[in-house]
């Protein structure tokens, strides 16, 4: 498995050791929690602390940095959220449910993105699969 500091590196998020990333970096924490989630789906209360130590933060402080995580990809998801899904067309929605599934777990949080992108261009599936339709058939015939 890739260390958290190898795996940031890679992803050009850092360039300083261990030993030189304060204590109270914050970006780096954000990116240790979303990475500790990502592999550990569900964590009990004893991975969390363990995780915490590990950091050099309390639990305290992994909360409120999960908190906030949370609430941002929560307030970011939806834009359109207080329309009413019957304003869209149900063939788009439906469509758009099947796509954003492919990111998601959520149906909810699918649903928020297809209203998004149907809010911005209301055929945005149809579009979508045409393109994709298009690509696979040039693919097949060696283009």
Excluded at 17 to 44: M, S
Excluded at 83 to 96: L, N, Y
Aim: net charge negative; charged share 35%.
């Amino acid at each position: 498995m890739i260390s958290l500091m190898n795996y940031l590196k890679r992803q050009d998020l850092i360039t300083e050791t261990a030993e030189e990333i304060p204590k109270k970096d914050y970006t780096f924490i954000r990116c240790a929690v979303t990475k500790f989630f990502t592999e550990n789906p569900n964590p009990d209360d004893e991975d969390i602390h363990a995780f915490a130590e590990k950091m050099k933060i309390s639990p305290h402080e992994l909360e409120e940095v999960v908190y906030e995580l949370l609430t941002a990809l929560l307030k970011g998801v939806g834009k359109h959220k207080e329309v009413p899904v019957t304003e869209f067309d149900p063939e788009q929605i439906k469509m758009g449910l099947e796509v954003e599934k492919e990111h998601t777990d959520s149906e909810a949080i699918a649903q928020q993105i297809a209203k998004d992108h149907l809010a911005e261009i209301p055929d945005y599936y149809t579009r979508l699969k045409k393109m994709e339709d298009e690509a696979k058939a040039n693919k097949k015939s060696g283009d």
